[in-house]
Nanobody, 129 residues
Framework: QVQLVESGGGLVQAGGSLRLSCVGS????????IGWFRQAPGKEREFVAA????????YYADSMKGRFTISRDNAKNTVTLKINSLKSEDTAVYYC??????????????????????WGQGTQVTVSS
């Protein structure tokens, strides 16, 4: 079993930066693809970014490219999401999630939240304009 804990959220002014961390427990963490999702009040959860188990591949939602950077350090069981040039529309609860490879295909489906079996409790990011 893997537990994920996010941290690093807070109140920040527009234009600023934040570094969100997702720390996982258990040896299985390094075998999981990790994704970040966010949910703003009154809106659907949306995919932000994901990283393969090795860190060799990264994926971003089109609207997130350029300002968001995902990375991981498996030695520390940590995945980091760096957000630059924060905007008010970035205000949301940010969740990290872990996904094991599909039992039949061995593939990962990075943008599909329904494919992630492990979720953290979320960290609030509030951007003031």
């Amino acid at each position: 079993q893997v537990q994920l804990v996010e941290s690093g959220g807070g109140l920040v002014q527009a234009g600023g930066s934040l570094r969100l961390s997702c720390v996982g427990s258990g040896r299985a963490f390094s075998s999981l693809a990790i994704g970040w999702f966010r949910q703003a009040p009154g809106k659907e959860r949306e995919f932000v970014a994901a990283i393969s188990w090795s860190g060799g591949s990264t994926y971003y939602a089109d609207s997130m490219k350029g300002r968001f950077t995902i990375s991981r350090d498996n030695a520390k069981n940590t995945v980091t999401l760096k957000i630059n040039s924060l905007k008010s529309e970035d205000t949301a609860v940010y969740y990290c999630a872990g996904q094991a490879p599909d039992h039949y295909t061995g593939s990962h489906y990075y943008t599909d939240g329904g494919r992630y079996g492990y979720w953290g409790q979320g960290t609030q990011v509030t951007v003031s304009s």
